[in-house]
């Protein structure tokens, strides 16, 4: 199963865009790359995922590289609410979809 | 609508005692899931049911026992609780197995077991 890797960490300031990175260099031509975000003491919510295009929705958009071994998750204008931590996930399929949560990277907002 | 919901939201209990994590969703999705978050560990899938009837192990199993006889609930029980079964514990509902299918989260159970 292909492995993603993300920065432990990273701070931001509020209404300021965010590039939260992650390297998938063992990404398969199937694989969908998920993001998650986990705010604190809640379940986690899905962000956005994407296969090869640039992707985007009312939370945030996904970047893509071209050779698909890398991908950043990008917050236009960060609020305080946006802190929390990402995960970057590339959903295997067996007898269901199965999501494996890394460390993710914990985004802290300065106001 | 209320989603996908957990019951109860917290709970103490004893070591060897049997405690139920309930789990229900209104959406009619076909798959379910139960995760656990220990701190130091991402999320961990226990237990997973495609449909009624259908459940399957994950990658954590073992003192978990779940059953699914209604499409809406997934009810996750241990049977003799430890002490390292304090964790928190998260639900989710699926409608599809595919890569690109999103996973719907409940607001978890924190249980505590002394």
């Known amino acids: 199963d292909a492995k993603t890797t993300q920065p432990n960490s990273m701070e931001s300031n509020e209404e300021e865009p965010v590039h939260l990175p992650c390297n998938h260099s063992?990404?398969?031509?199937?694989?969908?790359i998920h993001w998650y975000r986990q705010l604190p003491s809640q379940g986690p919510e899905y962000v956005i995922h994407?296969?090869?295009s640039n992707v985007n929705n009312r939370m945030a958009s996904l970047a893509i590289a071209e050779d698909r071994k890398s991908s950043t998750l990008i917050l236009h204008r960060a609020t305080l609410r946006d802190a929390a931590v990402y995960y970057c996930?590339?959903?295997?399929?067996?007898?269901?979809?199965?999501?494996?949560f890394g460390q993710g990277t914990r985004l802290t907002i300065n106001p | 609508d209320a989603g996908i919901t957990q019951s109860p939201r917290y709970k103490i209990t004893e070591t060897g005692r049997q405690v139920t994590l309930m789990c229900h969703q209104t959406?009619?999705?076909?798959?379910m899931f139960w995760y656990r978050q220990d701190l130091g560990h991402g999320l961990r899938l226990i237990y997973y049911?495609?449909?009624?009837?259908?459940?399957d192990k994950g990658e954590v199993p073992d003192g978990y026992v779940v059953s699914r006889s209604k499409t809406e609930n997934f009810p996750l029980t241990l049977e003799s609780a430890t002490r390292s079964q304090t964790s928190v514990y998260f639900c989710?509902?699926?409608?599809?197995?595919?890569?690109?299918?999103?996973?719907?989260f409940g607001p978890g159970t924190r249980l505590l077991v002394l």
């Open positions: 063992t990404i398969s031509g199937t694989d969908y």
């Open positions: 994407g296969l090869t």
């Open positions: 996930i590339l959903p295997q399929v067996g007898g269901a979809q199965k999501l494996v």
């Open positions: 959406w009619s999705h076909s798959y």
């Open positions: 989710a509902s699926s409608p599809n197995r595919g890569r690109r299918e999103t996973q719907y």
């Open positions: 049911s495609a449909a009624a009837d259908i459940t």
